[in-house]
């Protein structure tokens, strides 16, 4: 059985994160295998995340826009992004980008299989996959299992599910330099349910359908919507060049406390993905960063990752959207009435100070809030 000190379970964005970083870093010479039956050869998805200064991966990213749209019925506000800005990255160019570092590294190989079991045995990981079976020092699994957060219910667990297309138009309707960050002017249904619109020209952008909510819908219901959504712009004919589509959890439940000596899970299956929103590439970004200065230093995952004050935010909004779905547009229309997003991004990003974030808190709904506290004080 072939041993490799390090293997990542799953090629997503979490491993390609934190791969990436331990080749350009140069301080991990060990064997380093990737398991995933996907080559990544596919523009599987568009990542979008704000960001104040530089990144690592200015090099492959797509566009920049420097302020946004937010909608509701009554009102559309112009978003102050003030030293953000609203950076998009397709999947195709993440993926080139860093297998093109990989293929430089010889001690880093990528394997198509698919990963169906692994077990710590406390010296070190057993891990099979359908044809072949290795062993590590040290598993890092990207692979989400929807089954953990499901088979509770202490922590709510409602999607961000949503179908974009990517659309041209025969006529100019988008500005390009304002994407629309949340549109609640559509019909709400009982749910939270909001447009979102990244404009590439006036003629191209991908308009995406968008809940959170615990329940899929049909798929034509999503359709449906955009359909309705581009009448009312007047686009006239149109032509759908691309299409995606997402189901991210939005929980709260500590996935990280699966993580034993040996294995840890990372991205959406370590809970990278945010709770209130569903964005993952910043903590990614971040959270990769850590974990490889962490495995520099320590041995012993179960001692990375730390629940902290912004756990409990998020669990108070997704009590709130558990129990009064329609609610979120109330909520979201609250926090950006002022267009002042900055504020609300760095409070997202988990870099605000404590008097900050009762600054956005107190932009929402009161009642709700404080109902929601006292529901959920013992998890404090
Ligand atoms: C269409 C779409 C758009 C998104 N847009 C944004 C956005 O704009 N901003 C943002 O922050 N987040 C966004 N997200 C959410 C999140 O960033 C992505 O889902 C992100 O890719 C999650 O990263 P991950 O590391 O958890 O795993 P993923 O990137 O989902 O990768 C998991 C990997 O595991 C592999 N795998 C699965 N099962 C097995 C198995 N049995 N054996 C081996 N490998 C396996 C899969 O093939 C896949 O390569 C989006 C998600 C989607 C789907």
């Not at 200015?58 to 420097?66: E, G, M, P, S, V």
């Not at 299989?113 to 062993?135: C, H, M, P, R």
């Not at 006036?202 to 899929?216: G, H, R």
């Not at 712009?233 to 993580?259: D, H």
Request: aromatic share 16%; charged share 25%; net charge negative.
């Amino acid at each position: 059985m072939k041993h490799y000190h390090y293997i990542f379970a799953g090629a997503g964005l979490a491993s390609l994160m934190t791969v990436y970083r331990m080749a350009v870093m140069g301080n991990f010479s060990n064997s380093i295998l990737i398991i995933d039956p996907d080559t990544k050869t596919n523009n599987d998805r568009t990542w979008c995340y704000w960001q104040d200064g530089n990144t690592i991966w200015d090099a492959i990213t797509f566009r920049k826009w420097k302020s946004a749209i937010f909608a509701d019925e009554n009102k559309t506000v112009d978003l102050d992004f003030g030293n953000y800005e609203y950076n998009m990255i397709r999947g195709i160019d993440f993926y080139s980008f860093v297998l093109a570092e990989l293929k430089k590294h010889s001690n880093i190989e990528f394997v198509q299989q698919k990963v169906i079991d692994f077990a710590d045995t406390g010296l070190n990981v057993l891990v099979k996959t359908e044809t072949e079976s290795y062993t590590c020092n040290k598993l890092l699994n990207n692979i989400y299992d929807p089954v953990l957060p499901k088979s509770q219910n202490k922590y709510p667990v409602l999607q961000q599910h949503f179908i974009g297309w990517h659309i041209k138009t025969g006529q100019p309707v988008f500005d390009s330099e304002k994407p629309v960050f949340m549109d609640f002017s559509i019909p709400q249904k009982g749910n939270t349910r909001f447009m979102y619109v990244l404009p590439f020209s006036e003629t191209e952008a991908i308009v995406e359908y968008t809940l959170f909510s615990k329940d899929l819908l049909p798929e034509k219901e999503y359709e449906y919507a955009i359909q309705e959504y581009l009448e009312n712009l007047n686009t006239g004919s149109y032509e759908i060049v691309g299409t995606e589509r997402g189901s991210i959890p939005m929980t709260c439940y500590p996935f990280w406390k699966n993580n034993t000596k040996n294995i840890v899970n990372i991205g959406t299956a370590g809970g990278w993905t945010k709770a209130s929103t569903g964005y993952t590439f910043k903590n990614a970004d971040k959270l990769s960063e850590h974990l490889v200065i962490f495995l520099t230093r320590q041995d012993d995952f179960t001692a990375f990752y730390k629940k902290n004050r912004y756990w409990f935010y998020d669990l108070l909004l997704l009590d709130i959207l558990n129990r009064k779905n329609e609610k979120g547009a109330l909520i979201f229309s609250s926090m950006f009435k002022k267009g002042d997003a900055s504020s609300i991004f760095k409070f997202l990003d988990e870099e605000s100070s404590f008097t900050e974030d009762i600054g956005v808190i107190s932009k929402c709904p009161k009642g709700l809030f404080i109902s929601a506290f006292f529901r959920n004080i013992t998890n404090l």
